[in-house]
């Protein structure tokens, strides 16, 4: 172990805390950033074939290895076009648009792009591209694949060989894909978990982010000296480079307030370990340092990680972060790649990109030596992992063994994953386990819910518009109870909301968050609530009938439960424990003939909260008081009675005092979806961010980019074609419920218009009835083409009298003909937003 990772741990164990009083404003300190024991990776036959390449370059082909396109935008014929380095699929992006793409269709894919990007007659280049993809808790976007618990689950098991076994599955099942690079592991060491990203996260404390980050990194790309990128392993890439589970408030892509050392001890632990493990990516983070944006810090990304770090490989953007450095936008960014950053990540823009690139070089706003240096640092890496020798995807190993995606081994080795994750915060009374041949009720949202059961990043990105269908090789925790109980003679009733023909000997109450991923899960309170408080309506009703309640809570944060504790005698904290549900029944049944089947030995990575506003609770803080400390984690052996605790709310429940209600504002808000209808007025609700009208044909709809990842859609009418693309409420608005809205507010940005007739957009709509219809005709030069363009729409139109409360759409959009726009940032408001466009009442 090096000097730097004891310091780190013999740090965080002591007085990590006393280093926030002083803020550095992200200028050098003097503060040692050294790493030792980094592998020696050098290789002269690797040199020698990059600078070969090197010099045989043209400036173009240079920049485009250092742009990575996303799938759901890029092409075949422009991948020949320009030989971009890379490409990725964004979390909810398959190939050809088939969420429910097999192997074999992904490996398809695979190949078309790598057969087009060594073509040369168009671009010259021959060098192959590479597939990057988000493979957070196994290859977890693609159907049918083995999803181990999420790290936070991980951080409980306290288990680094485990973790390697992971890295190892992991990068077998993306083999098998024909995926060559994985965006993972996350590093982050979280410090305010209302961050919607916490279940990213190991752990609040850098020991056991350190102590993961290495053996994961091995996992996936293999021991250095040994079998280091060769046969299955992938490409790993530890991230998000620095600082991202510090910010204010939990905001995610917020500001890390923090003087250097700190930085250094808590947030820079992961990246000493994987360094230490030869990881051949970082990606860099969306939040800021002390008020600078990471990506555009060349103190952090070139000084700090490839200076004093010593880091060799290459340093990639996240989806789109660069547009927030200064002097930067969607479609340009010297600064960041003056900062370090080597390949950037521009989903949709990367045309633009590309060009303005170029001519950023040719001006002298971004020197050659600085495109050469990137360039070199992810050919090395490329090289190393064997590109110009493996041939293209279906050629290689991970094709011939398609039986690695959800293998038999995997399932079990996530089976045992989520054993050693769960975490028994109570078990009065000895509740656990329960006699596997008892009649059992089985209840609550989550039981037979596998997207809750997944959470975020899983076949989807939010995970929000999963179903059990999408998890075709995954086992629900009420299908493992029933499997288990009947296979022991006992019997067992489902109801979600708790009810039961006969007593039950005892009820599984399965419970928790919803899926949610990044920024979509940020919230301002720890205080857990469902719809309502359904589930605890749920514990209180078989609490008042004499039935003992073991609560599973899946989670993916630390959040205040006190009263749902109060109500169960037994509760598991179960994470997100991915698709092996029989985990948590191997440890909450006892064998069929009676005894303990597997203990628990889950701790707390993370501390559990007393109160609703313990934000900021974290292992050796001052006043430390948790409900339930770091490390905490009770056994079959321990006989612990937990008292009742307070339910006393300390965070006020805000009062709606807005101005503005968002609808889609980065996502659709809650009781709000999108539908497509056809010319024949037969309508179809959108289950995902893409999507096609009833027919097939007239109208498309597909995720696009304004300000953040996929927070804009697209849509595209057929040539001909009438159809409507159509903001709907799956319940009735009530305009008393928050306000009468008086304007809509949104952006809209014309692609394509070949067709003569106007755009219509109805606002506020009941059947027939709108309170506004506005058509927009080609000659007045209200959109203009590719640019969003701010619109406020008059919503208050219709009389009380005539006015329907009962609105069942926000906003329609009626086209004919070759027609392509997008719209984003739609919202309800009081007023117009500054510098719309008004469009007053027609």
């Not at 700190?262 to 800021?288: P, W």
């Not at 038999?408 to 994953?417: D, I, Q, V, Y």
């Not at 001909?720 to 949104?746: C, H, K, P, W």
Request: charged share 20%; with cysteine; glycine share 8%.
């Amino acid at each position: 172990m090096n000097n730097f990772k004891t310091t780190v741990q013999r740090t965080c164990s002591l007085f990590f805390l006393l280093c926030y009083c002083h803020l550095s404003s992200a200028q050098p300190t003097g503060v040692d950033w050294s790493v030792e024991a980094k592998p020696n990776l050098d290789d002269e036959k690797v040199e020698r074939q990059v600078e070969k390449l090197l010099s045989g370059m043209t400036l173009k082909q240079k920049v485009a290895q250092m742009i990575q396109p996303e799938i759901g935008y890029l092409t075949v014929d422009e991948m020949r076009k320009y030989g971009f380095g890379s490409y990725l699929n964004g979390g909810n992006s398959a190939p050809y648009g088939i969420k429910q793409a097999d192997a074999q269709t992904w490996l398809k894919y695979a190949d078309e792009m790598y057969s087009a990007s060594v073509d040369a007659t168009l671009d010259g280049s021959t060098i192959p591209t590479i597939w990057g993809t988000d493979a957070m808790h196994g290859h977890s976007n693609v159907f049918g694949a083995t999803l181990f618990p999420h790290n936070i689950g991980l951080g409980a098991a306290r288990d680094p060989d485990l973790i390697e076994k992971i890295g190892i599955a992991t990068a077998k099942e993306v083999a098998a894909t024909g995926i060559e690079w994985s965006f993972a592991p996350t590093v982050a060491v979280v410090r305010d978990d209302r961050w919607g990203r916490t279940y990213e996260s190991y752990s609040e404390d850098p020991e056991i982010v350190a102590d993961y980050a290495d053996r994961m990194v091995m996992g996936i790309q293999g021991h250095p000296e040994e079998d280091f990128l060769k046969g299955f392993h992938r490409i790993a890439t530890a991230k998000h480079f620095i600082g991202d589970g510090g910010t204010q408030g939990g905001i995610d892509r917020g500001d890390t307030r923090l003087d250097e050392k700190t930085l250094r001890d808590i947030h820079a632990a992961g990246y000493v370990s994987a360094l230490q493990a030869g990881v051949q990516s970082v990606m860099a983070s969306f939040n800021s340092w002390n008020g600078k944006r990471v990506h555009g810090d060349k103190y952090l990304l070139t000084e700090v990680l490839k200076g004093k770090m010593g880091f060799d490989g290459f340093i990639v953007s996240d989806w789109n972060a660069h547009k927030f450095v200064d002097g930067c936008d969607l479609e340009q960014c010297a600064a960041a790649i003056n900062a370090g950053v080597d390949v950037l990540m521009v989903p949709e823009h990367y045309e633009a990109f590309f060009h303005n690139t170029v001519k950023q070089v040719q001006d002298g706003i971004i020197p050659i030596s600085r495109i050469d240096d990137a360039v070199r640092r992810f050919l090395r890496a490329k090289i190393r992992w064997g590109v110009l020798s493996r041939g293209k995807p279906t050629q290689r190993l991970g094709a011939e063994h398609p039986q690695w995606l959800n293998a038999t081994e995997h399932k079990t080795l996530a089976r045992e994953a989520v054993r050693k994750s769960l975490v028994l915060l109570k078990n009065n009374g000895n509740t656990l386990p329960l006699a596997a041949d008892s009649h059992i009720l089985v209840a609550g949202e989550g039981a037979d819910n596998i997207a809750m059961q997944a959470g975020g990043w899983s076949v989807s990105w939010q995970g929000t518009d999963n179903t059990n269908a999408d998890f075709p090789n995954a086992t629900s925790v009420y299908a493992a109870i029933k499997h288990c109980v009947e296979s022991a003679g006992g019997t067992v009733q489902y109801s979600e909301s708790g009810m039961f023909k006969q007593k039950p000997d005892a009820a599984v109450v399965v419970l928790g968050e919803q899926p949610y991923a990044e920024w979509f899960g940020d919230i301002k309170t720890l205080r857990f609530e469902d719809n309502n408080n359904k589930s605890l309506k749920v514990l209180e009703k078989l609490k008042s009938e004499g039935v003992p309640v073991v609560t599973v809570f899946l989670s993916g944060r630390p959040l205040w439960i006190n009263p749902i504790l109060n109500k169960s005698d037994a509760f598991v904290a179960a994470w997100l424990p991915g698709s092996e549900g029989q985990g948590v029944t191997d440890v909450i049944l006892s064998k069929p003939e009676g005894g303990i089947n597997y203990d628990f030995t889950g701790r707390l990575s993370f501390s559990w909260p007393k109160f609703d506003d313990q934000y900021l609770l974290n292992r050796n803080d001052i006043n430390y008081d948790p409900l339930f400390p770091y490390g905490y984690g009770l056994t079959y052996q321990d006989h612990t009675q937990v008292e009742k605790v307070s339910e006393a709310v300390t965070v006020a429940d805000e009062k709606n005092t807005q101005d503005m209600k968002p609808l889609f504002v980065r996502n659709l808000s809650d009781g709000v979806k999108w539908a497509l209808s056809d010319s024949k007025n037969k309508i179809a609700l959108m289950a995902s961010s893409s999507g096609v009208s009833p027919d097939g044909s007239s109208l498309t709809m597909q995720s696009v980019n304004l300000a953040y990842q996929e927070d804009g859609r697209k849509f595209s009418w057929k040539k001909a074609a009438l159809g409507s693309a159509i903001l709907t409420y799956s319940e009735a608005y009530q305009a008393e419920d928050v306000f009468a809205g008086r304007y809509l507010n949104m952006k809209i940005r014309l692609d394509d218009w070949q067709s003569s007739s106007p755009i219509t957009l109805q606002v506020q709509c009941s059947d027939s009835t709108c309170q506004n219809t506005v058509a927009i005709d080609k000659d007045e030069s209200v959109l203009l083409a590719g640019q969003w363009v701010g619109i406020s729409v008059a919503a208050d139109c219709l009389d009380t009298e005539s006015s329907d409360n009962a609105t069942d759409s926000a906003l329609r959009i009626i086209g004919k003909g070759e027609l392509s726009l997008a719209v984003a940032e739609i919202a309800l408001a009081k007023n117009p937003a500054t510098n719309y466009r008004v469009m007053s009442c027609q």
